[in-house]
């Protein structure tokens, strides 16, 4: 099993602490997503990571369904367990919009300067920022289990920390803060860390 990914990626991140959760070890194969490496290329047609190599040979991408054939492909309990499905899956989602409107924000600024944030898409884009954080703290407390849901919402808020830290997101959500601070100690999060 291979995965390709970068360091500073959060969708790569997810996968990788996804992988670690389930004892998975995939060879890992760190790549510049826009580089045009061919490599990439021919394991995902969009040149993003993550991508993923399974022991089939198929290359999987989008950091969800890696995470969902990762999470079924070890027997170690399910990250996505059955009677709490829809949370979960509810939180991935919030989790999934928070780090494509932060990731989007880094790179809308990276090319466009400090326009990019006036935009109406640049507004609108840290409105969905602000909103996901106010949902979550009101739902705090279900972050406090380990599950899909908890990792992809833990890993969105560290790359807020590590590319935005000017939204102080610990300081606006602290019951948030709180529920995710153990498993932010997690091995998994630590070895991963954005670097
Ligand atoms: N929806 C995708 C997003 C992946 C993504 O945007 N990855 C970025 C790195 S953080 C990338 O490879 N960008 C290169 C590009 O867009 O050409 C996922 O969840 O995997």
């Not at 079924?72 to 409107?101: H, K, R």
């Not at 909103?131 to 703290?137: C, F, I, R, S």
Request: aromatic fraction near 6%; charged fraction near 15%; glycine fraction near 4%.
């Amino acid at each position: 099993m291979k995965l390709y990914l970068n360091a500073t990626s959060p969708y790569a991140r997810f996968v990788r602490v996804v992988a670690l959760e389930k004892g998975l070890q995939p060879e890992l194969v760190w790549v510049d997503p826009w580089a045009n490496d061919p490599a990439l290329l021919a394991a995902n047609p969009a040149l993003r990571v993550p991508a993923l190599e399974t022991e089939q040979g198929t290359c999987l991408s989008e950091s969800m369904l890696i995470a969902l054939h990762l999470d079924q492909a070890a027997t170690i309990p399910s990250l996505l367990p059955t009677g709490e499905q829809e949370q979960v899956l509810q939180l991935m989602g919030w989790g999934q919009g928070l780090t494509d409107a932060a990731f989007n924000t880094v790179i809308a600024r990276k090319h466009q300067g400090a326009e990019a944030d006036r935009s109406i898409l640049g507004q609108r884009r840290l409105a969905a920022i602000q909103h996901t954080l106010e949902q979550l703290e009101q739902q705090a407390r279900q972050l406090e289990k380990l599950h899909l849901g908890s990792l992809l919402v833990a890993v969105a808020l560290d790359y807020l920390s590590f590319r935005l830290p000017e939204i102080q997101w610990q300081q606006r959500c602290p019951q948030l803060a709180a529920s995710l601070q153990s498993l932010m100690q997690r091995p998994s999060m630590k070895t991963t860390a954005f670097v």
